[in-house]
């Protein structure tokens, strides 16, 4: 019997709406040159579809706004803090909890107690405020990714993964005592939202008890991750992605999480570690950041929709419907020929700009050109990770980096699959006239992390 692969569909009905303002090419012109051509300098008002990240962006669930409703905003001991606490621990099995205002929040105080000066910090590729955490903290952050996470053709399903030979390269070179904690993503945001398998990282394990070295795990998109696991790894096929949640976290010591993301809320994080007197010390540590340990910087409805979105993001439903969409979006710019970095994944599709865009030179800034180009075509926000992003280094000289894209972040639950036709289509329209398109020129450029604030000038 011939098998038709089936749709799926969104896992939800829509109940409220919130109307989109659909500019025209002359207002778009205008509010593009105005914004110096930086997609950063939009206001929001001025774009139709945004896709400049799915960091808080979400929408949440009539559970969840119904949670905001029962908030207990008392200063301790809130009851949206035990179920917070309740949830996350019954989902991630982790054994004890700190709110923070977000990620970054828990990074800091993780950092602050657990890394002296001098110390390595070994990672599955940096993430922009972790690695400075740790750096503020006196630490120095290691790359031990594999190297196929940094090409783009490689198709390898887990380019995730820890290469197990760098790590070990590391520990004869320093020695355990300075490595007080390996720092692991799931579904690592800047190789493209790519996931570690669970045999790589049981693999980790091994190895970490042998030299008695800690795991930390950046969980902020682990659901995602747990969602590829079950689709591409061998003897996972028929375990629920909450299942598969639950065993990644079984294999590391403690999390920070970034809720803005898979959890499903507009603001909020969180700490959490299976070692009292980590504990102990985070929450000393927390009342000077944060705020006291039962709330750490958030209002108690933020807990309690935190807690509602924890168990929402770990359905096999939901997760279907939210990489799928990322998914159906990537697999429609590959059916119209674009470039976009392989496989397709978690959270976004990447395009590559010096593909898509070969005429234009690295320092002509071709992949602020293409994102300029797509928001003029259809007001469809998105954002550069290239030569802009980069910045320049010590000696003033311009990082080139390797990889020169665009990113397409989806927020969860927000749009639907006429909008990423939308967006693919008009992707389309500018990958038909690129031959047309010229480079731009920096007129303006900040001190630090310049793409936020750049401003540029199209070449005549
Ligand atoms: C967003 C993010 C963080 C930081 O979290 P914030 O909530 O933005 O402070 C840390 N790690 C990863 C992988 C992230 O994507």
């Not at 002296?116 to 922009?128: A, E, Q």
């Not at 290469?163 to 490595?179: M, P, R, V």
Request: hydrophobic share 35%.
């Amino acid at each position: 019997m011939k098998t038709i692969k089936r749709s799926w569909a969104e896992p939800y009905k829509i109940k409220m709406v919130e109307l989109l303002k659909m500019n025209s090419s002359a207002q778009r012109k205008k509010a593009m040159k105005d914004a110096g051509y930086n997609t950063f300098l939009l206001k929001s008002d001025d774009v139709y579809i945004d896709l400049l990240t799915d960091s808080g962006t979400s929408a949440m669930s009539d559970h969840q706004w119904s949670g905001m409703m029962m908030g207990d905003e008392a200063y301790a001991g809130s009851r949206n803090f035990y179920n917070l606490e309740r949830v996350a621990k019954e989902v991630y099995g982790y054994k004890y909890l700190i709110p923070t205002h977000q990620g970054r929040g828990a990074e800091n105080i993780l950092s602050k107690i657990l890394i002296k000066k001098g110390d390595i910090i070994p990672g599955n590729m940096y993430f922009t405020t972790t690695r400075l955490h740790q750096e503020l903290a006196g630490g120095k952050f290691e790359d031990i990714i594999i190297d196929s996470a940094h090409d783009p053709e490689n198709e390898f399903p887990f380019k995730g993964n820890v290469d197990l030979n760098k790590l070990e390269k590391l520990i004869k070179k320093h020695g355990a005592d300075k490595i007080p904690y390996i720092s692991i993503a799931t579904s690592v945001n800047m190789a493209g939202g790519q996931p570690i398998s669970m045999k790589n990282l049981k693999e980790l394990r091994a190895l970490t008890k042998k030299h008695n070295i800690l795991i930390i795990h950046d969980m902020t998109r682990v659901a995602e991750n747990a969602f590829f696991i079950q689709q591409k790894e061998k003897g996972y096929e028929m375990r629920s992605v909450k299942e598969i949640v639950k065993e990644i976290c079984s294999y590391t010591d403690g999390a920070t999480m970034s809720a803005k993301k898979d959890a499903l809320v507009n603001i909020g994080g969180f700490l959490t570690i299976n070692d009292w007197n980590i504990y102990e010390e985070a929450r000393n540590m927390v009342v000077v950041y944060e705020g006291l340990h039962t709330y750490g910087g958030l209002a108690g409805r933020d807990m309690e929709a935190m807690a509602i979105g924890i168990g929402e993001s770990v359905s096999d439903d939901h997760i279907r419907a939210r990489v799928g969409q990322v998914i159906y979006l990537g697999e429609k710019m590959l059916s119209y020929g674009i470039p976009i970095v392989k496989p397709i994944g978690g959270h976004g599709i990447f395009i590559d700009a010096k593909k898509f865009l070969p005429h234009i030179s690295q320092d002509n800034f071709p992949a602020q050109t293409l994102a300029a180009e797509i928001y003029l075509d259809s007001g469809v926000r998105t954002m550069e990770r290239g030569i802009v992003s980069a910045g320049r280094k010590t000696n003033g000289e311009n990082y080139y980096p390797k990889l020169e894209l665009v990113r397409f972040t989806i927020p969860r639950r927000v749009y639907t699959q006429a909008h990423m036709d939308v967006i693919a289509e008009s992707t389309r329209s500018v990958f038909e006239r690129k031959n047309k398109i010229k480079g731009m020129q920096m007129i303006y450029e900040p001190k630090y992390l310049r793409f936020f604030q750049a401003r540029f000038e199209k070449i005549k």
